[in-house]
């Protein structure tokens, strides 16, 4: 699993750098990557060959829905989900109908605020939070979303870009549900925010059994412990920085969540363990 999330990124980050974060050896990496193809790996090659014809030929605009029918069409039998996982990896969009647009205004909340301010959780997967803030680089701003358990307060899930828009919080709680698997009744608390108020986002909450919650309206400290880790984040490293490019800040937000906050640094609330650290603690016993 950790060879696999560094082969995926290995045009995105440096390849030793994502081996110490993972606690692996590049040479366990490249002995991974050269041993023989999987038939399931093949039979993914050979299809995202095909879809990236079948992408071409509708100009770039067809998501995974359409091109699942066309997959079908064509005789192949594979569901949405795989379709939108190969296209995920292969860098292909589809071209929705409807554009979204940051206005700066919140929407009408879908949900009730659930924690009201507490942000203790008995366990893993039992109470989510998510964010997003932003990043000067020599480039422009490059935007963070992060999803946190509030258990351990570990970052799970995060994802960046150069835009503010739905696919930078999906992104980020994609990862964190790839990685989590939650069960259903886990609690997602974020603010108003539009990215969280999307369709989309709604949609894919709904579809894993995770019940919505949201802040009151201009309260920060109804998300405070999500501010409280990019109070940190900027403290401790991006205003000791100065960023030439949004791939710099990248890569140096990327050791800073995985290696150092995640792994090394010490949270008082957790008894001056590492989120880490503590869950595999408190989870052993």
Known sequence: MRYRCIHRRRTQYPIRLMCRVLQVSPSGYYAWRSRPESQHDRDDRELTKVIRRLHA??????????LSVEL???????????VARLMQLAGLKGCPKRRFRV??????????????QNFSAAQTNQRWAADITFIWTGQGWLYLAVVMDLYSRRIVGWSMSRRINRHLALNALNMALGYRQPGCGLIHHSDRGAQYLSDDYQALLKQHGIICSVSGTGSCYDNA?????FASLKRERIKRRKYRTRD????????????????ERRHGYLGHT????????TLQT
């Open 248 to 263: 710099d800040a990248r890569a140096d937000i990327f050791d800073y969540i995985e290696r150092f906050y995640n792994r």
């Open 274 to 281: 590492s989120p880490v650290n503590y869950e595999d603690r």
């Open 57 to 66: 030929q509708s100009d770039g605009t067809y998501g995974s829905p359409r």
């Open 225 to 229: 412990v999500v501010e409280s880790f």
């Open 103 to 116: 206005t700066g205004k919140s929407g009408t909340a879908p949900a009730a605020n659930l924690l009201a």
């Open 72 to 82: 079908r069409s064509e005789g192949f039998r594979c569901g949405r989900a795989r």
